[in-house]
T-cell receptor, first 112, second 111 residues
């Protein structure tokens, strides 16, 4: 079955540590996105990528980094510069930029 | 003014009734509109997309778009307890450079 796989489901970060969240899709979608969701809030765009080897900052990119070396993969690194990383992180993909998006199951990140 | 606004709810609707969810947006020339359903602790799933004025029906769901008044709504007929979730409205801006999500409306269907 085609879909988007995010891992891990839960992640704990120590102070000063960088952590990487994985996102893989087998839908052959060109566009991929990372969102952050805080309790009771909507989704805020962190980064997006329309094609391989290209990505753009979203509304809240500070403290995060991404890469898009393969069409299927769009990992997100939460760096130590992100002082409030506790949130639900969602990866999404779409056939083309900002067409209807399909979401992975998400990763919950907490601080130890 | 928020770019995409939704009433946070909770909206309580009896089982079998029609649930009406509303969303207003500020970018007058927005072109694409989506409704997502999100169960507690889960990721959003796409329910409907609508691009032109009028109604679009899919099963028990009807999306309504009125660009002149800058609102989009979602009607759920014959509401079921399984419809209890948060519904997110999403709008693609005029430049198609970003998609903006509302904060969501929490819907509760009471038996």
């Amino acid at each position: 079955d085609g879909g988007i796989t995010q891992s891990p489901k839960y992640l704990f970060r120590k102070e000063g540590q960088n952590v990487t969240l994985s996102c893989e899709q087998n839908l052959n979608h060109d566009a991929m996105y990372w969102y952050r969701q805080d309790p009771g809030q909507g989704l805020r765009l962190i980064y997006y990528s329309q094609i391989v080897n290209d990505f753009q900052k979203g509304d809240i990119a500070e403290g995060y980094s991404v890469s898009r070396e393969k069409k299927e993969s769009f990992p997100l690194t939460v760096t130590s510069a992100q002082k409030n990383p506790t949130a639900f992180y969602l990866c999404a993909s779409s056939i083309e930029h900002f067409q209807p998006q399909h979401f992975g199951d998400g990763t919950r990140l907490s601080i130890l | 003014q928020k770019e995409v606004e939704q009433n946070s709810g909770p909206l309580s609707v009896p089982e079998g009734a029609i649930a009406s969810l509303n969303c207003t947006y500020s970018d007058r020339v927005s072109q694409s509109f989506f409704w997502y359903r999100q169960y507690s602790g889960k990721s959003p799933e796409l329910i409907m997309s609508i691009y032109s004025n009028g109604d679009k029906e899919d099963g028990r769901f009807t999306a309504q778009l009125n660009k002149a008044s800058q609102y989009v709504s979602l009607l759920i007929r014959d509401s079921q307890p399984s419809d209890s979730a948060t519904y997110l409205c999403a709008v693609v801006g005029s430049s198609a450079s970003k998609i903006i999500f509302g904060s969501g409306t929490r819907l509760s269907i009471r038996p």
